[in-house]
T-cell receptor
Framework: DTEVTQTPKHLVMGMTNKKSLKCEQH?????MYWYKQKAKKPPELMFV???????INESVPSRFSPECPNSSLLNLHLHALQPEDSALYLC?????????????FGPGTRLTVL | TQLLEQSPQFLSIQEGENLTVYCNSS?????LQWYRQEPGEGPVLLVT?????EVKKLKRLTFQFGDARKDSSLHITAAQPGDTGLYLC???????????FGTGTRLKVLA
């Protein structure tokens, strides 16, 4: 099983709303990622968690707040977003201790900020 | 700065034609992945190549990792409309959890 799941599939929110994106994997992977992808561009890394600790924050604005409650779950809390934050948000995971360290992606959440 | 340069950026071909996409870097990588992505969906893993000179086949797709592990190619034989999508190469920066992505190749196969 190489599945990463993400909910919701689509999300529309106002600039004053608070919402959360959720990601789950049951492959035993210990590294989990959040990416932002704009149309016709490659994914841009936002955050990396390794063994449930934040390992990389790519200077992401504080209106995005990641959380890793356990090794299988990854959340992205959203607050006071801007219209330019509208994008496809992708979650991914990869396995530790393997030379290939292949990254597997979820289907994404299409976020629209009004 | 480590970069993955992908070419061509766009490709529009007729069904049945062959094509090759390239992913090049001046850096050495321990492995490299190829993904295909459709609009509004997450990238789907096609292959991981690990060994220099390695060739992997997935039906009509052939992937090669350069001998020096700095570059890779994806060759599609007899392209079909179902091959349409964005093709991305990606590689892990050694000693980190950070992956870098190529700029992508947008392929359109016309029936």
């Amino acid at each position: 099983d190489t599945e990463v799941t993400q909910t919701p599939k689509h999300l529309v929110m106002g600039m004053t709303n608070k919402k959360s994106l959720k990601c789950e994997q049951h492959m035993g992977h210990r590294a989990m990622y959040w990416y932002k992808q704009k149309a016709k561009k490659p994914p841009e890394l936002m955050f990396v968690y390794s063994y449930e600790k934040l390992s990389i924050n790519e200077s992401v604005p504080s209106r995005f707040s990641p959380e890793c409650p356990n090794s299988s779950l990854l959340n992205l809390h959203l607050h006071a977003l801007q219209p330019e934050d509208s994008a496809l948000y992708l979650c991914a995971s990869s396995q530790e201790g393997r030379a290939s360290k292949t990254q597997y992606f979820g289907p994404g959440t299409r976020l629209t900020v009004l | 700065t480590q970069l993955l340069e992908q070419s061509p950026q766009f490709l529009s071909i007729q069904e049945g034609e062959n094509l090759t996409v390239y992913c090049n870097s001046s850096s050495v990588f321990s492995s490299l992945q190829w993904y295909r992505q459709e609009p509004g969906e997450g990238p789907v893993l096609l292959v991981t190549v690990v060994t220099g000179g390695e060739v992997k086949k997935l039906k009509r797709l052939t992937f090669q990792f350069g001998d020096a592990r700095k570059d890779s190619s994806l060759h599609i034989t007899a392209a079909q409309p179902g091959d349409t999508g964005l093709y991305l190469c990606a590689a892990l920066i050694a000693g980190t959890y950070k992956y870098i992505f190529g700029t992508g190749t947008r392929l359109k196969v016309l029936a």
